[in-house]
């Protein structure tokens, strides 16, 4: 079994900076493109930003310049830096990753509970 668990939410004054985390861990042999997505309340969940395993990253037009994902292949952590925070970044923040629990697997998506950003104005 693989578990995902985010950390690093809270509650930032607005123009302020979080960095989230998001450590896989379990039955792993390999992760391939890992993502942050979030939802805000009465909204759909909506992709922010992507990263591939060898380190290409995708964001959304929304966040471009703000937002900045990284990983850690060797921690199996995956990582959103978010800077100038604006009350419309308030959402519940989700991790998502493809793992292959094996060589020959196919990479299933896994995800985390969510963390919860909120950011007063």
């Known amino acids: 079994q693989v578990q995902l668990v985010e950390s690093g939410g809270g509650l930032v004054q607005g123009g302020g900076s979080l960095r989230l985390s998001c450590v896989a861990s379990g039955l792993i042999f390999s992760i391939d493109a890992m993502d942050w997505y979030r939802q805000a309340p009465g909204k759909q969940r909506e992709l922010v930003a992507a990263i591939t395993s060898d380190g290409r990253t995708t964001y959304a037009d929304s966040v471009k310049g703000r937002f900045t994902i990284s990983r850690d292949n060797a921690k199996n952590t995956v990582y959103l830096h978010i800077d100038s925070l604006k009350p419309e970044d308030t959402a519940v923040y989700y991790c998502?990753?493809?793992?292959?629990?094996?060589?020959?697997?196919?990479?299933?998506?896994?995800w985390g509970q969510g963390t919860q950003v909120t950011v007063s104005s």
């Open positions: 998502n990753a493809g793992v292959k629990v094996h060589r020959f697997a196919a990479a299933k998506d896994y």
